[in-house]
């Protein structure tokens, strides 16, 4: 079991990045660290977007009014940052090794499977 950002597999644009991100890297795993950038990325773009200048104001201005509901991993919500820069509505999957792959067990809405225990042998 590991506890950790995941990325969200039932969501259709997840599943459809991920599968370029195979073909892309040589069939390496979209995982925590692949979906957590590509998000980041995504966040990054709506916000030179909604600013629509390089000025550090217009920035700073636009990142305080970020409410991104296009994320691509397991979360309680859209990316919004607080008063300390902190988006609260980050969250951590559960992750089981299920048929060795990993797989999401909870939170439930985000699951791919269910939780197994005790774990099966061989």
């Known amino acids: 079991m590991d506890i ?18 195979v073909k892309r890297s040589g069939g390496r795993n979209f995982d925590a660290s692949a979906a957590y950038t590509y998000e980041a990325v995504l966040v990054i773009a709506d916000v030179l977007e909604r600013a629509a200048s390089a000025d550090p104001d217009a920035l700073v201005a636009a990142i305080k009014k970020t409410s991104f509901t296009g994320g691509i991993t397991v979360s309680t919500g859209p990316v919004v940052f607080n008063e300390l820069g902190d988006n609260p509505n980050a969250s951590t999957a559960a992750i ?4 060795q792959k990993p797989r999401v067990v909870w939170p439930r809405e985000a699951a791919e499977q269910k939780f197994v225990f005790p774990r099966p042998k061989a």
């Open 4 to 21: 950790t950002v995941w990325p969200n597999f039932r969501q259709p644009a997840t599943q459809r990045i991920a599968a370029e991100y």
């Open 96 to 99: 089981q090794i299920l048929g």
